[in-house]
């Protein structure tokens, strides 16, 4: 109690403080003093401790409300020396607006970036800048931001065109270049500038603060209190989970209030967990740092004195209060920066300063703050943006090294505000004249690399989580550098160009340490023991291979630093040589008369490594040289004549073998690793500067060197030199059979050393090295890809290299080369190769794997063969070479290479046995085919070319003496004619053509004219021939297939009219059994198609006879009632699909009475079935195995199935389809008919006295022993009704077993309870799953425009059949008196009955779920009744009354008519109109003030003849299916005639208010009676609105056209539970439109005793289990089904590519494709998500793992 007491007397006494504080006195009483300082801190220390932190639980609010009136209030009085308002107010009138828009991004923000304006793809637009600016029309990218970035509206540098939005335009008259200081008095500068460096040096002091129980100086408290706070901070080692159960134990708290604390601290870096004294709060700081310290590092937890957080959390409004204040001025901005930057009088380091080196000390609240000033405030103004660029610059390696050992992420390190510095240019090349940037990052980014190798290569460890996360770190410094090269220049100072070189030879130092790395070794005899470390070098190749491409094009936007760079690189690759020629002993190698000094290397036996960054370097600048044409204007400043060619194309050449050689399958013993490396050397992430760029350097070696000795190197190194330098190598193998192994591989490496020369001849599609453009490499590039198959966008885009803006140049190519088609309801769209592009084709393009390769030949040949094409696919035209690299076609006319050809060509003389392969030959073919386009070239060109490359000449020369070879000609004219070469005749041919068309143009002068029809050689004609014939040949095919196919359906026609007799007469037999059947056959009379009553159509015995089969035993079975019962698979579910009402609260299951529907449908139980039908006995043989194989499996592992088997889920043994039941299969029922049958009225009196006889006979059975007599005798039974009799059941056993079986499913799921086949509320919900499932269809196939009969598949068809046959049954599985009980209240609903209490009034119910369960609970009734009623009777009058009732309920809830034009329907409805005026009236009379008045009976009658609708056609197809009436045709089709044809089919006169006129003395008393129920009028007075006829279908949500609009939406969503927090994964309900915060602690709730996420505690309350919700930020949409089930589904938003982009990981624009949202409303509307997630589950294993109940 005395704390109590004490508590009470702080407040009052902080109140009289607060209550005579007054903000202007203080402020006037600063501005007399000395020393301002020392007084403000006095205030501070006065009031702060009296603010903040009183107690364990912080008040915001009125934390918030003090600051401001005692603390913020005096200092912005100081500041205006007049009210605050009004002087901010008029601060705000003089300032010029900023052009920058400078608003900072929340996280999960939309963010937009043009592609084709901005300067990098790092200048992004916040949504209203974009939606103002002229990128909205361009080619744009949409991201959602990771917060922290800011908007670059206004930034000239930023975008090539359109910096500005409308909101930022400057105006033209606008003076900004003034200093905006100008405006101000000097007093007020004064006044801000001492108010400012006061408050920032405060922040400063408080946040940089590190003593825990005591103040800066002069800010100790008057009164110093004796509490402690203590304070958990965030790190990114410890999980969610970690932290939670840590706190539970610590402090004594429930898993609520751990995952609040656990969420706090991840949001603001740190929470109080504990307040009291120092003891307690230590207490609980030993338990956590205990209970944290076993794996990792603890938990940093400290425990502080309540006066320091005071303070500190003052220091954080502190800044926040600046950055408000300066939002209203240029001038106060350009004081706060002036004062942040200013540096003591020694040099000590400015506040700003101090703010950047404690960074990583501050905890996460306090960084993000401070940050956000720098953004508001330094990088807002232009000139003071450099001077902190330069601070930012001077400390950047300390800032970096700090990381490094920082345990938060970098979007919270001031390292991350690289990006808004260095990015922009001039800053940018200002940092790297004057602070020389480029050389701090890059050795700053060596020095963090220390792991080396005797060499000084970087050589790392094992590739652990914690080397992961460091090595992230340095990448960090990787992406700074490219910030800085992002942007090229255009003009060079001095300055920039020797800074620029300096740093171009730090970065040369960096790739020296990378050249040779992670050497290998081949393994021989055994498997390597231990994969070596690779990925980590990978990982730093990928980072830097845009920093490479971007340094290239730095130094070739400059002569001179081209030529210095080109001069450094090629020293350090000597340097880097030097070392590797020791120990290798020179050999010299003969071959073809040439001979070539070199060394004796073999990659199979020495160390060779994939690494050669600084070989590469060379070689691009190298191609660069030839393309910028420096090599031929300067050839004198260049050391081309010192260049080794050997030295340089020695290492590259290596790395080709090495990859050689494991396509050869030499290297297997060395595990993955090395195949990983091989992989990534191609792969697109990579080759530009690794596969490409060895290539060249093979290129520019080979181009300076005599083409014999570069392939004898060739060979050499692909040890393949003894094969075609020996005397004898054209007979292969002949001497001895040497092991089939090595024959192989040699096969095989000799294929790869052809191919590797085709490409160093071939491959001219880099710029410098051939005549090309970037264009055109890209156009090649995409063409090859389409040749494979037609491609989508996005495939396109991941197989062509990113430059550093993420760009492929593939949209100004793709249209020249492709055509775009469309995708429908599913797939994507696709580009499809235009045909002229195929002749570009080239079989060995250098970037096909073989996979690739050989699918597109296959592609390029069918294609060829169907447009009747040869199938021939010869070399394609090449580009020129550039001069520098002209030399290379030389090695087509080359000695050495024409030996090898001759060679393999005479290898190929007899049929391969493994000594030469069909791929080795295609590539020799290929060779001289490239030859012959080569001299083709060169002849159509200039005539000193021509008569240099004779390329004919050289293969029509035989060999030499002594051994006499025949020439390559003459073994290819052999060769055509060869058995065993069949499909490579076509290019043999195509060779031996290109051939003699050569010739003809040599021997031609040049005034005859060129390949005269002469000189078409003999080859043409045979070719030409060959077609003819193949092309007779298809024509004959095809007419004997016509043929054949009319003979075919002239035998079907015959049969039928041969047998007609025996078709027609199996009819009749069938339907003689009953003579009544041929009367009411539909062909007989349509008039007579009636469903319901009397004079329905009955079945003759044909018709009920109905034979099945099982298909599990696949037996044939015929239904009947007595025989084996037949079953359906199905799947009840809860649902909520046509729900009017999803506000409606649950109920209690276990006391809630389901026997009256309301109209709001608020849920329903649905049927469903996959129509798949099995024996009784086969499918609990089947269920069983089921749940004896889920024990076992439960045992082996704990994964959740796809099914749920202790709920009684199997899937379809046929479709695996989810089902939880099975519905009984019943025959018709047979029934007999007399003619007299009782109207309306009598029936009705009949009824009335049943009931009245059960009601007497129930309490003769309650009260028995009583004396009791009198009542009973009162109401004697009428004539014919048995109470005593005991009905026959006409069923089987195992039908009554299925009856009971599917009932208690009904039960169990529709009500939520275990299942109890006593209950008395099983035939209830049976007979409400029927009339909900035929209402979702009935709606259905209104929404879908179809027919009411016909339309239906044959699953619904027969789940509906099954269903309402069953309904009429069920009763016999309850106890007679339930049924009994059911029927009487029903009843009693619309016929008044005393002894029924609490009947509902009329506007309450659900009329067709009324009349289901009036027809199907009577038979109950019916059986006791021997007088000859028939039940089709009952049907009928039920139907009649329930039907008045609706029309009732549709005039009460019928709207006032809008005011309109009289649409008077001429007489046509005249009598339907008056007869509906006059019941309304009726109805007002009862109810005096209810109803509005009506005048216009054609809006009446409107209304019920639209409200009736639905159920009519409900009722129709229950009645079609309850006693299988034929339909009339009128009802098979859309549109007119459907009401008519439903009256009819219905029994119903055509105007329904006929079934009131014509009965009136017995209705008028009913409709008294149900007007005058109590609830009607509280219905129509009160506010809610009442359920109006005709239901509206329920639609999903409207989404909007443009996605961005969603994401604009859900980062405005905070989190309901955290504070104002941002959701991490918002989610919207496409069902109701609510966002819910998915995926997150903080939202999770308990559902029946599980912890559950807001989508799945949102699918109970809003789908009854089932959700269906759109993830905003992964762009996808996600299926849930109960707690367990899930699935994720494609979006319905496509890009202008017709793909979606599923994680927004593409950013291209997304708009709302309507058909695939209809598609996904379609499942919801047949209740087919259970089923879709169920297929999803079963096709993908890994979604049965996630925990769906916490999205």
Not at 376 to 401: C, E, G, H, V, W
Not at 1456 to 1471: H, I, K, L, N, W
């Amino acid at each position: 109690m005395a704390a109590a007491e004490t508590d009470s007397e702080v407040p009052c006494a902080r109140c009289s403080d607060f209550l005579n504080f007054s903000a202007k006195d203080t402020a006037a009483k600063w501005l007399e003093v000395d020393n301002l300082h020392k007084e403000v801190y006095q205030h501070l220390a006065c009031f702060v401790p009296k603010i903040y932190c009183l107690g364990p639980n912080l008040n915001p609010q009125n934390e918030d409300l003090l600051a401001q009136l005692l603390l913020q209030g005096p200092l912005e009085w100081y500041l205006c020396g007049e009210e605050p308002t009004v002087g901010l107010a008029k601060l705000e009138q003089s300032n010029q607006p900023s052009q920058l828009c400078g608003h900072v991004f929340k996280v999960g923000e939309p963010t937009y970036s043009c592609r084709d304006c901005a300067a990098d793809p790092t200048c992004v637009l916040c949504m209203q800048c974009f939606l103002g600016s002229v990128h909205k029309e361009h080619r744009y990218r949409m991201t959602t931001s990771g917060g922290g970035g800011f908007c670059d509206c206004g930034d000239t540098e930023a975008w090539k065109k359109g910096p500005y939005c409308q909101k930022h335009e400057p105006n033209i008259g606008d003076s900004s270049q003034k200093d905006p200081l100008a405006n101000l008095s000097e007093q007020m500068i004064d006044r801000t500038r001492n108010v400012f460096s006061i408050i920032l040096k405060y922040a400063v002091d408080m946040l940089t603060w590190e003593k825990e129980n005591e103040l800066p100086e002069g800010l100790e408290p008057p009164a110093r209190g004796d509490t402690y706070y203590c304070m958990l901070f965030n790190d990114e080692v410890h999980t969610y989970e970690q932290v939670i159960y840590t706190l539970q134990k610590a402090v004594n708290c429930t898993q609520k209030e751990a995952v609040s604390f656990a969420t706090t601290v991840d949001r603001d870096g740190r929470k109080s967990v504990r307040f009291g004294d120092f003891q307690f709060c230590e207490q609980a700081k030993s338990v956590i740092v205990r209970n944290t310290s076993r794996q990792t590092k603890p938990l940093r937890v400290q425990v502080m004195h309540s006066s320091v957080v005071a303070h500190q959390c003052f220091a954080l409004k502190a800044l926040n209060w600046l950055g408000q204040i300066i939002r209203s001025s240029d001038a106060l901005r350009r004081i706060l920066c002036l004062v942040g930057l200013h540096q003591g009088p020694n040099g000590e380091n400015s506040l700003v300063d101090t703010l950047m080196l404690c960074d990583s000390k501050m905890w996460k609240g306090a960084r993000n703050v401070y940050h956000q000033l720098f953004m508001s405030s330094l990088l807002m103004d232009p000139k003071y943006k450099k001077l902190f660029a330069i601070q930012f610059a001077k400390n950047y390696r300390r800032l970096q090294t700090d990381f490094m050992e920082d345990d938060h992420e970098r979007v919270v390190s001031v390292t991350s505000l690289s990006v808004q510095l260095f990015t922009a240019p001039t800053v940018a090349r200002m940092l790297i004249t004057e602070e020389n940037l480029m050389t701090t990052i890059i050795q700053t980014f060596v020095d963090h690399l220390r792991h080396r190798d005797l060499q000084g290569r970087f050589q790392f460890e094992r590739y652990t989580a914690q080397q992961a996360f460091k090595f992230r770190r340095v990448q960090s410094l990787i992406g700074d550098l490219k910030y800085v090269l992002i942007s090229r220049p255009t003009e060079w100072s001095n300055e920039l160009r020797d800074k620029f070189l300096e740093g171009f030879e730090a970065f040369l130092e960096l790739l020296k340490c990378m050249q040779g790395m992670d050497p290998v070794v081949r393994q021989v005899g055994q498997h390597i023991e231990m994969e070596p470390e690779w990925e980590a070098a990978f990982t730093l190749q990928m980072k830097l291979t845009h920093i490479i491409s971007m340094m290239q094009e730095w130094c070739a936007s400059d002569e001179r630093v081209l030529i210095e760079a080109y001069k450094k690189c090629l020293s350090a690759l000597t340097h880097c040589h030097s070392g590797f020629t020791d120990g290798e002993q020179p050999i010299t190698l003969t071959m073809c008369g040439h001979s070539v000094d070199t060394i004796r290397y073999c990659v199979s036996q020495e160390k060779v490594s994939i690494h050669l960054p600084v070989s590469r370097l060379l070689a691009g600048l190298h191609a660069l040289l030839s393309k910028t044409e420096v090599a031929y204007r300067f050839p004198e400043l260049l050391p081309l004549s010192e260049l080794s060619p050997p030295m340089l194309i020695e290492h590259p050449l290596r790395c080709l073998v090495l990859c050689a050689q494991v396509h050869a399958g030499m290297w297997r013993r060395n595990g993955f690793s090395l195949v990983n490396q091989i992989y990534y050397y191609h792969n697109v992430k990579c080759r530009v500067e690794m596969f490409d760029k060895d290539l060249v350097m093979l290129q520019a070696g080979a181009s300076m060197m005599d083409p014999n000795h570069f392939l004898m190197i060739v060979l050499s190194r692909f040890e393949l030199f003894h094969i075609f330098s020996s005397a004898d190598c054209r007979k292969r193998y002949g001497r001895e059979n040497i092991n089939k192994d090595v024959v192989q591989q040699n096969n095989t490496l000799i294929e790869e050393m052809l191919h590797l020369v085709i490409m160093v001849v071939g491959e001219r599609y880099i710029a410098g090295v051939g005549q090309v453009e970037s264009y055109d490499e890209i156009k090649r590039e995409i063409i090859h890809q389409l040749c494979i198959r037609p491609m989508a966008h996005s495939e396109l885009v991941k197989a062509l290299p990113e430059n550093e803006n993420k760009e492929t140049g593939m949209e100004r190519v793709i249209d020249h080369v492709a055509l775009f088609k469309k995708p429908g309801v599913t797939g994507r769209g696709l580009y499809k190769l235009r045909p002229e592009c195929a002749k570009m084709f080239n079989l060995y393009f250098n970037h096909y794997s073989r996979a690739d390769q050989s699918k597109a030949e296959e592609a390029q040949r069918k294609i060829k063969r169907q447009n009747g094409e040869d199938s021939v696919l010869p070399p394609p035209v090449p580009p020129h070479f550039c001069p520098l690299f002209g030399s290379l076609v030389n090695i087509l006319q080359c000695d050495v290479l024409l030996g090898i050809l001759g060679a393999v060509l005479q290898w190929a003389m007899e049929p391969s046995g493994g000594h030469w392969s069909e791929s080795m030959l295609q590539r020799v073919l290929h060779l001289l085919g490239m030859g012959l386009v080569e001299e083709q070239q060169h002849l159509t060109g200039s005539t000193e070319d021509g008569i240099s490359f004779n390329f004919t000449l050289k293969i029509s020369r035989p060999g030499e003496a002594p051994g006499n070879t025949p020439s390559i000609l003459a073994l290819l004219e052999t060769l055509q004619n060869a058995p065993h070469l069949e499909v490579h005749k076509d290019m043999i041919r195509w060779i031996l053509k290109t051939v003699a068309n050569i010739k003809t143009t040599r021997e031609c002068t040049a005034s005859a004219s060129p390949a005269d029809s002469s000189g078409h050689s003999q080859e043409e004609t045979v070719r030409d021939k060959d077609k003819a014939e193949r092309k007779r040949k298809a024509e004959m095919a095809r007419l004997r297939r016509e043929k054949i196919m009319a003979q075919m359906s002239e035998m079907q026609r015959h049969f039928i009219n041969e047998n007609k007799d025996l078709f027609q007469q199996s009819l009749e037999e069938l339907d003689a059994t009953t003579s009544t059947s041929l009367e009411h056959s539909p062909s007989t009379c349509d008039s007579t198609l009636v469903c319901v009553g009397p004079r329905r159509w009955r079945a003759g015995a044909s018709d009920r006879r109905q034979v099945v089969t099982c298909i599990l035993c696949q037996e044939e079975q015929e239904i009947r009632a007595d025989g084996k019962a037949m079953v359906l698979a199905a799947f009840v579910q809860r649902s909520t699909v046509m729900s009017k009402n999803r506000k409606r609260p649950p109920y209690n299951p276990d006391k809630y009475d389901p026997l009256f529907m309301h109209p709001d449908l608020s849920f329903g139980t649905h049927t469903g079935s996959c129509g798949h039908i099995m024996h009784s006995h086969c499918w609990q043989r089947y269920f069983e195995a089921v749940q004896a194989k889920e024990q076992r499996r439960q045992q082996r592992l704990r994964v959740h199935t796809s099914y749920d088997v202790e709920n009684g889920e199997f899937l379809c043994p046929l479709c695996e389809c989810l089902s939880n039941t099975v519905i009984p299969l019943l025959p018709l029922t047979k029934t007999t008919c007399s003619t007299e049958q009782p109207d309306q009225r009598q029936w009705i009196n009949i009824i009335s006295q049943q009931i009245k006889a059960l009601h007497a006979a129930r309490k003769k059975t309650n009260a028995e022993g009583v004396d009791d007599a009198d009542s009973a005798e009162d109401c004697h039974p009428p004539d014919g009704f048995r109470l005593d009799h005991t009905p026959k059941n006409p069923y089987s056993g195992t039908i009554k077993e299925m009856l009971t079986t599917f009932g208690t499913a009904t039960y169990k799921v529709g009500l939520k309870v275990h299942p109890n086949e006593q209950d008395a509320r099983v035939p209830i919900m049976c007979w409400g799953s029927c009339a909900y499932t035929i209402q979702s269809i009935e709606r259905l196939l209104v929404d879908e425009e179809k027919p009411l009969f016909g339309s239906l598949p044959c699953r619904q068809n027969d789940c509906l059949s099954s269903l309402t046959r069953f309904g009429s049954a069920c009763w016999t599985a309850s106890s007679q008196a339930v049924v009994h009980g059911h029927f009487i209240r029903l009843l009693a609903a619309l016929v008044p009955d005393s002894q029924v209490e609490n009947t509902p009034c009329i506007l309450d119910i659900d009329m067709f779920h009324m009349l289901v369960s009036l027809v199907l609970s009577y038979p109950a009734l019916h059986c006791l009744d021997s007088s000859g009623m028939s039940e089709d009777a009952a049907q009928l009058h039920l139907l009649h009354l329930v039907t008045i009732a609706h029309i009732v309920q549709i005039l009460l809830t019928s709207i006032p008519e809008e005011v309109r034009m009289e649409q008077e329907s001429g007489g046509a409805e005249r009598e339907e109109e008056e007869s509906v005026c006059l019941l309304y009236n009726t109805l007002r009379s009862h109810l005096s003030s209810g109803l509005h008045e009506v005048t216009s009976g054609w809006h009446l009658w409107h209304c019920v003849k639209t409200g009736i609708l639905p159920y009519l056609r409900a009722a129709a197809l229950f009645f079609h299916y309850l006693n299988g009436a034929p339909v009339p045709p009128e009802l098979h089709a859309v549109g007119v005639g459907e009401w008519e044809a439903l009256c009819g089919y219905l029994c119903l006169p055509s105007n329904p208010l006929q079934l009131y006129y014509n009965n009136l003395e017995l209705l008028e008393p009913l409709l008294q009676g149900w007007c005058s129920h109590p609830g009607v009028l509280q219905a129509l007075q009160s506010s809610t609105a009442l359920i109006r006829f005709p239901r509206e279908s329920n639609h999903l949500i409207e989404l909007p056209e443009d996605y961005s609009a969603l994401i604009n939406q859900a980062s405005s969503f905070t989190c309901p539970k955290s504070g104002g927090d941002k959701s991490r994964a918002p989610t919207l309900c496409l069902v109701c439109g609510a966002m819910l915060c998915s995926q997150s602690y903080c939202c999770q709730t308990e559902l029946e005793g599980d912890d559950v996420g807001a989508c799945t505690a949102h699918t109970f309350s809003c789908g009854a289990g089932v959700g269906i919700f759109l993830r905003v930020r992964e762009s996808q949409v996600l299926f849930l089904a109960g707690k367990t089930k899930g699935c994720f589904y494609a979006p319905p938003y496509l890009d202008d590519y017709g793909e979606t982009d599923q994680g927004l990981r593409r950013g291209n624009p997304l708009h709302l494709c309507q058909e695939r949202y209809r598609k996904i409303q379609k499942l919801w509307r047949q209740h087919s998500i259970t089923e879709e997630i169920g297929h999803a589950q079963e096709a993908n294993q890994t979604l049965v793992g996630i925990d769906w109940q916490h999205l």
